[in-house]
Structures are given as structure tokens and as C-alpha cells.
């Protein structure tokens, strides 16, 4: 079974500054999915950026970008140039391709980041 | 992106009534909805899978007849907490999308069982 690892519980980041918040998970599978998922306190479940498991390029989506390492099984995020409004719980997550998996999330335990102005 | 509405936001209720939480997405088909569940400070656990037309399933551990899953049309799923007792106090999530598109997350529902 595929598992995802958050190993960074909470992280802080003066505003402007650049954090980055790693993610790790375990599959047997060539193709698959990972994303980063932003989670304010109002709960709702933000898509941050998307990739592909077959793109070597690493996605990038305005200020924030990933490190995907495909051999190390590794996924970390970067969010540059950091503001007040990123502060949030942020999950790592993985989706198979296959098909009788339905295409439901494996979510990592989470990162709390806070952002200091 | 896509919206997903989840009624109601908020919900109390006394132990051991039953406890039914509706998720619609609102423009779009969601062949697949999801139900999580989040205690806080803690992440989101997938409790089951609906697919429209069939029968739900529940990962392991989920009580079937506890939480009952209903994925009637491409735009409606609920769920159901029978029987609710104070440990069934949590923070429900839905979400929806095609089943290899993205998902499509609700606003999530606060149930809280006295």
C-alpha cells in the first residue's frame, strides 16, 4: 500500500523569505500523481500545484514550485517570497493511476506553517 | 474550479440520533465523491468511495452501518452517521470529480455529538 510522510509537523517563515516543506511516500507503482493541497483555518481544501509522476520537469505554479525526485521518492515544496496569507496547514498527497482505485488521495499527517510578518 | 457545496456547515445533535450531511457538486458530473474525516490538527481520512449508481466502499475499519453513503445522482451524495455518539464528533469532508480528474474538494461539516 502507498503511504505518505510529512516528517516537519509545524514550520515558521519570516514574510518574504522562502520555506520549503518536504514530503516523502512509499509506492510500488511507475505512474501516479502528487500534489500539495493548502488547508487554511477555514478548512477548505486549497489544490496548490499538480505532478505528473512520468514529467521530469517539476511544476511550478506562481511563488510556489516542487523538487520532485522520482528515485528518492521524494516531493517537497518551495514557496517563495512567503506572505502573511500562506500561513495554513499544508498536505502532501498521492493518487494512483489504477484504475480500480477509484483515483482517491493518500494525504501525508500535514505541515502547520505560520508566517511572521 | 469546480464548487462543491456541503450542507449543513454546521451540525449538533444528541447521541444516538441519526445525522445526514449532503454534498452537491453544483457545476459539474461527480461520477466519484469522497467522504474524509479530520480530527484537528490531524489530516484527512478517507473513509469511503461512492460511485453513482453503486454501492459505496468503505476503507477498512469504517462501519458500513454506521456511515451510510448514498451516491443517488452525478450531482448529490450523502452521508449519514447513525446512531451518533460523542466520538462520532469530527470534521467531514467531501469531494468530487471524475474519477481520474481532480478532486474537487467541500467546505466540510462540523458535527458535533452531545
Known amino acids: 500500500a502507498q503511504t505518505v510522510t510529512q516528517s516537519q509537523p509545524e514550520m515558521s517563515v519570516q514574510e518574504a523569505e522562502t520555506v520549503t516543506l518536504s514530503c516523502t511516500y512509499d509506492t510500488s507503482e511507475s505512474d501516479y500523481y502528487l500534489f500539495w493541497y493548502k488547508q487554511p483555518p477555514s478548512r477548505q481544501m486549497i489544490l496548490v500545484i499538480r505532478q505528473e509522476a512520468y514529467k521530469q520537469q517539476n511544476a511550478t505554479e506562481n511563488r510556489f514550485s516542487v523538487n520532485f525526485q522520482k528515485a528518492a521518492k521524494s516531493f517537497s515544496l518551495k514557496i517563495s517570497d512567503s506572505q502573511l496569507g500562506d500561513a495554513a496547514m499544508y498536505f502532501c498527497a498521492y493518487r494512483t493511476t489504477l484504475y480500480n482505485q477509484g483515483g482517491k488521495l493518500i494525504f501525508g499527517q500535514g505541515t502547520e506553517l505560520s508566517v511572521k510578518p | 474550479g469546480a464548487v462543491v457545496s456541503q450542507h449543513p456547515s454546521r451540525v449538533i445533535c444528541k447521541s444516538g440520533t441519526s445525522v445526514k450531511i449532503e454534498c452537491r457538486s453544483l457545476?459539474?458530473?461527480?461520477?466519484?465523491m469522497f467522504w474524509y474525516r479530520q480530527f484537528p490538527k490531524q489530516s484527512l481520512m478517507l473513509m469511503a468511495t461512492s460511485n453513482e449508481g453503486s454501492k459505496a466502499t468503505y476503507e477498512q475499519g469504517v462501519e458500513k452501518d454506521k456511515f451510510l453513503i448514498n451516491h443517488a445522482s452525478l450531482t448529490l451524495s450523502t452521508l449519514t452517521v447513525t446512531s451518533a455518539h460523542p466520538e462520532d464528533s469530527s470534521f467531514y469532508i467531501c469531494s468530487g470529480g471524475a474519477a481520474y480528474n481532480e478532486q474537487f474538494f467541500g467546505p466540510g461539516t462540523r458535527l458535533t455529538v452531545l
Open positions: 457545476d459539474f458530473q461527480a461520477t466519484t
